[in-house]
């Protein structure tokens, strides 16, 4: 089976959350403890232009000793964020989060995002179809 990640969005939901680069980062994080997320889009004009973590306020924020109430998201985002097509499988995507040591991936296409998924949703997801797999193979043996 190789799942596309736009089932996976099926199945988990295409909400998204997002701020804008001019955003304080206190009210990124603020938000993202609302959602119950670990990540949100950076979104200008309708348009991706970076991801900001947990992990970024981490290493950007408290590790540089930065005031949150004064520091813009876009100081401290990342700008360069991957994304997969709707069209892509779970595999791939698990692979690119290993590869680049990432946790969040929207899934974009034609430059508009219609969802991200997590590596929790990845790795549910993977462990779905193996165990799917297995009760077939067992199924099978047993007649």
């Known amino acids: 089976m190789k799942t596309p990640a736009s089932q996976l969005l ?4 295409r909400k998204t959350h997002s701020v ?3 955003t304080m980062v206190y009210d990124a994080i603020k938000l993202m403890n609302e959602a119950k997320v670990g990540a949100l889009l950076v979104m200008e004009n309708n348009k991706l232009v970076g991801i900001i973590s947990e992990r970024d306020y981490a290493r950007r924020v408290i590790l540089e000793d930065r ?20 069209d892509q499988s779970v595999e791939d995507c698990m692979k690119l989060m290993s590869a680049h ?42 007649g």
């Open 10 to 13: 099926n199945n988990k939901g």
């Open 20 to 22: 804008s680069p001019e």
């Open 67 to 86: 005031a949150s109430h004064d520091t813009p998201v876009k100081d401290i985002m990342t700008p360069d964020v991957i994304t997969v097509t709707p």
């Open 101 to 142: 040591h990432i946790r969040h991936l929207p899934v974009a296409e034609n430059g508009e995002v219609s969802g991200v998924i997590s590596t929790m949703d990845v790795v549910t997801s993977i462990i779905s179809e193996k165990e799917s797999v297995i009760d077939q193979l067992e199924h099978y043996i047993s």
